[in-house]
T-cell receptor, first 110, second 115 residues
Framework: SQQGEEDPQALSIQEGENATMNCSYK?????LQWYRQNSGRGLVHLIL?????REKHSGRLRVTLDTSKKSSSLLITASRAADTASYFC??????????FGAGTQVVVTP | DAGVTQSPTHLIKTRGQHVTLRCSPI?????VSWYQQVLGQGPQFIFQ???????GRGNFPDRFSARQFPNYSSELNVNALLLGDSALYLC??????????????FGQGTRLTVV
């Protein structure tokens, strides 16, 4: 079963626009991570936010975490065609077992 | 440095057969995990190994088994293949006892098709 649920399932935007996707989860976590996957191949780690953090930035990425609501959001600013991919949130327990959501498919058109 | 390598990249098997998938973690990484990703879904956790011991197992039948070798590489075995086992199998490695607090590094996966 999936731990998290991403919203929306799909997102289509134009280059230069911002993309926001949300993730909700069910159980307590050690940290939450966001990954990108291109064309059904390997996942690339984007950013990790710990349970005691509320916001984190990395380049054009901004992640927030609200443990009281068991939710997180990923914002990609000034999107590019190369950002076209599937984005997954994953929660990690104390041993590091990752539980993924179903993902958000993002399409950025020039 | 080489990343996580998986072999083979693609595989076609017949129902009832067995399959062995292989994974070499990043040099120095002692933790290896396996995930199954069915088309259109997120990856599902199958196994985690650390220092050659099983540290976690997901909700998969006993047809699925794995092991980790002294050099920290790993194999995933699936017996009596079913059509529903068709998926992308991903291996991830991490330097510490688990992925807790650190990112996981994923290989490119093995695409298994069962016919």
């Amino acid at each position: 079963s999936q731990q998290g649920e991403e919203d929306p399932q799909a997102l289509s935007i134009q280059e230069g626009e911002n993309a926001t996707m949300n993730c909700s989860y069910k159980t307590s976590i050690n940290n939450l991570q966001w990954y990108r996957q291109n064309s059904g191949r390997g996942l690339v780690h984007l950013i990790l936010i710990r349970s005691n953090e509320r916001e984190k930035h990395s380049g054009r990425l901004r992640v927030t975490l609200d443990t009281s609501k068991k939710s997180s959001s990923l914002l990609i600013t000034a999107s590019r065609a190369a950002d076209t991919a599937s984005y997954f949130c994953a929660t990690a327990d104390s041993w590091g077992k990752l539980q993924f959501g179903a993902g958000t498919q993002v399409v950025v058109t020039p | 440095d080489a990343g996580v390598t998986q072999s083979p990249t693609h595989l076609i098997k017949t129902r009832g057969q067995h399959v062995t998938l292989r994974c070499s973690p990043i040099s120095g990484h002692k933790s290896v995990s396996w995930y199954q990703q069915v088309l259109g879904q997120g990856p599902q956790f199958i196994f985690q190994y650390y220092e050659k011991e099983e540290r976690g197992r997901g909700n998969f039948p006993d047809r699925f088994s794995a092991r980790q070798f002294p050099n920290y590489s790993s194999e995933l075995n699936v017996n009596a293949l079913l059509l529903g086992d068709s998926a992308l199998y991903l291996c991830a490695s991490s330097p510490d006892r688990g992925h807790s607090g650190t990112e996981a590094f994923f290989g490119q996966g093995t695409r298994l098709t069962v016919v």
